[in-house]
Structures are given as C-alpha cells and as structure tokens.
C-alpha cells in the first residue's frame, strides 16, 4: 500500500494568513491526489483533484500543486469557515490510502 | 440535488453483524462507482472498499476481507454495506462516497453520505 504523510499534524493560523500543508507519498503517484476538507460531525468535503483542479463550487483560495511523491494544499487568505481538518488522498491504486490529518486551529 | 442518504445510527454486540444502507439520489446510479470509507473516533479516514452499481462487483481492503460484504439494488438506488463479526475496533462512523469519474474504478470522493455511527459494545 502506498503511504501517504502530511505535515503539519497541526497548524495554529490567523484569519487572511496564508497556509501551506504538504503531503508526500511513499511511491510517485503521478497527479493522483486529492484534498478534503473536514469539520466536526461532518462528512469529509472534496476540495481539489487530480493534485490541482478545483471541485466545483469550492473558493479559489483553495489551490493544490505537486507531482509524483510531493503536493501542497494552499490557502490564500484564511477565512473563519476554514479552521478544520484537511486530509490528503491518493488514487493512483487500490488501496486508496489517506494522510494522516492536518487539523487547522485558530491562533 | 446529488445526495447520498445513510441509515441511523446502530449499537451492535461483539460478534454481531451490522448492515449500513445509502441511498443515492439526483443522478444515475449506475454510472457511478461507489466506495465505503470508516472512521473511528478522534482518528483518520480508512478505505474499506468499492462496489461497482451497475454489474455489483466488488472489491474490498485487505484487512476486511472475509467480514465484509457490499452490495447493491438497482431498483432503490442503493448500496449496502454488511460487516460481520464485529469487534469493539469496529466502533466508527461509516461513510458511503461517489467516485467522481464515469468509467473508472478510482478517482476523487466527489459526493458522500452523511455517515452512520456504529457502536460496538457489550
């Protein structure tokens, strides 16, 4: 299986800080990687695919870039309804395996 | 609108078997491939494994392999989950998720459910 590491665990920001949470995984993965976004009591909510395209409906100070083992999450400028936690995934093969959570707090 | 639409929360006895329905509404429901994804309290997301809607073939995580059983019926747009000899580690909610892509088995989670919530306790 392939494994996927997110760094930070944590992450205590400000509102309109930009943020940068990276995720590298054990094997190349090509752009097969994804991002979710999850609040308390709430299913998780995909934000990007395919490493740097936006879900629709998404704010686009969400972006994603990287390729084969190493991937960013960034978010411009934070925004109140930002503070969760952000996972990422990858679906190069089977198993689909995600990273370990990075929980975004408020400073 | 798409939506997914999960049965209610179970309590199960070590050893029981449980069964998670998700009803899927607001497009074809056989175009899309359909994952089952867990998470136990306080920790991160585990894929458990994916069923294909429109023929119900399956496949499923090595770890559940032998408990696990995901089906389907095309006549009330919905998929099943079933895992069986539970254990007090099954404890978690249960998701069901879309596969965002047509024609492929593997893609993004574009659509999920709202999750059920299985306690495993004596």
């Known amino acids: 299986d392939i494994q996927m590491t997110q760094s930070p665990s944590s992450l205590s920001a400000s509102v309109g800080d930009r943020v940068i949470i990276t995720c590298r995984a054990s094997q190349s993965i090509s752009n097969y990687l994804n991002w979710y976004q999850q609040k308390p009591g709430k299913a998780p909510n995909l934000l990007i695919f395919a490493a740097s395209s936006l879900q629709s409906g998404v704010p686009s100070r969400f972006s994603g870039s990287g390729s084969g083992t190493d991937f960013t999450l960034t978010i411009s400028s934070l925004q109140p309804e930002d503070f969760a936690t952000y996972y990422c995934?990858?679906?190069?093969?089977?198993?689909?395996?995600f990273g370990q959570g990075t929980k975004l707090e408020i400073k | 609108q798409v939506q997914l639409v999960q049965s209610g929360a179970e309590v199960k006895k070590p050893g029981a078997s449980v069964k998670v329905s998700c009803k899927a509404s607001g497009y074809t429901f056989t175009s899309y491939f359909m994952h089952w994804v867990r998470q136990a309290p306080g920790q991160g997301l585990e894929w458990m494994g994916i069923i294909n809607p429109s023929g119900g073939s399956t496949s499923y995580a090595q770890e559940f392999q032998g408990r696990v059983t995901m089906t389907r019926d095309t006549s009330t747009n919905s998929v099943y989950m079933e895992l069986s000899s539970l254990r007090s580690e099954d404890t978690a909610v249960y998701y069901c998720?879309?596969?965002?892509?047509?024609?492929?088995?593997?893609?993004?989670?574009?659509?999920w459910g709202q999750g059920t919530m299985v306690t495993v306790s004596s």
């Open positions: 998720a879309r596969d965002r892509s047509t024609g492929t088995t593997l893609d993004a989670f574009d659509v």
């Open positions: 995934q990858e679906s190069y093969s089977t198993p689909p395996t």
